[in-house]
């Protein structure tokens, strides 16, 4: 079957095709050798739940026009409506231990930080733990569920993303408005969904190839990017530090230095800009 026409300057809510984003990228990829698009689901994070118990391969993405249940970082509704996002999961059965893939949240975070940086033109930076900013506001949110799996397809990692693409102001919620940006709003060039959508799964696709030989360049590409860094912060944890962000650990945690010079690091909670 023939794909459709590849159209850069399309409009950015112009429908996406598996086709097209196929034909954009490379032979040897790992990531998006299977995709689908749906219309309409419940969660992409569900979907590919679905399909990983029933032995699908590593490497299928779930992309869907609209999530009637898109769900971000501790059960917060994410706002997905159609034409104007991308909402996307994908399923990764990485090698070893589900303990040492805390780090994949540092993969996501950059591949999509690199993508959005190369549609917009401008700096697109990591806030910890799962969000990328550009110009200071929140464009992409990233949320990583493990599941044991049946003992004979082995574990495996499901990792849902939403990128803002083309929403205006007005198409926020109140209480995301001052938060909240897409990329269209920042853009130096037009940002076509199904360019994006190819740029970013080739740069997740590299990206995995490295954090699994060496994910010390994972961690310190991510740091250079942290929104953090430089700046004094104070966990709201109880008991928790104070101190200036120096960047990530290889598990995706927050490196503080406190004023003693000890190093602490945050792997959850909520932080206090100072």
């Known amino acids: 079957m023939s794909s459709p026409r590849f159209d850069e300057a399309a409009a950015d809510d112009a429908p996406l095709h598996a086709d097209a984003i196929h034909a ?6 790992l990531l ?3 995709i689908v698009v749906l219309d309409e689901t419940g969660s992409t994070n569900d979907e590919i739940a679905r399909a990983a118990n029933a032995a699908a391969p590593e ?3 779930v992309f869907a026009e609209r999530q009637r249940a898109g769900r971000g ?3 917060r509704r994410w706002e997905s409506r159609a034409g104007v996002g991308l909402w996307f999961s994908l399923l990764l059965r990485p090698p070893g231990q589900m303990s040492g893939w805390a780090g ?3 993969w996501a975070a950059l591949g999509v930080a690199e993508a959005a940086e190369t549609a917009t033109g401008v700096v697109a930076e990591i806030k910890w733990p799962n969000d990328v900013l ?3 506001r929140k464009v992409a949110g990233i949320l990583i569920e493990t599941h044991a799996g049946k003992a004979q397809d082995g574990a495996f990692a499901v990792v849902g993303i939403g990128i803002n693409v083309g929403h205006r102001p007005d198409d926020f919620s109140s209480e995301l408005r001052d938060r909240a940006g897409s990329l269209a709003q920042f853009s130096q060039r037009p940002v076509n969904r199904l360019a994006l959508a190819s740029t970013v799964l080739m740069r997740l696709d590299a990206n995995y190839r490295l ?3 060496a994910p010390t360049e994972i961690v310190a590409a991510c740091s250079r990017r942290c929104s953090l860094r430089g700046r004094r912060v104070r966990s709201l944890l109880p008991g928790g530090p104070e101190g200036v962000a120096t960047g990530f650990d290889a598990a995706g945690q927050l490196l503080l230095r406190d004023d003693a010079g000890q ?3 945050l792997a959850s909670g909520e932080l206090q800009t100072l």
């Open 24 to 29: 954009r990228l490379p032979a040897d990829r």
């Open 32 to 34: 998006g050798r299977e």
């Open 59 to 61: 490497g299928l993405v």
């Open 73 to 75: 970082r501790q059960g």
């Open 104 to 106: 994949l949240s540092l």
């Open 134 to 136: 550009v110009a200071g």
């Open 211 to 213: 954090w699994q030989s």
């Open 263 to 265: 190093l602490h690091t």
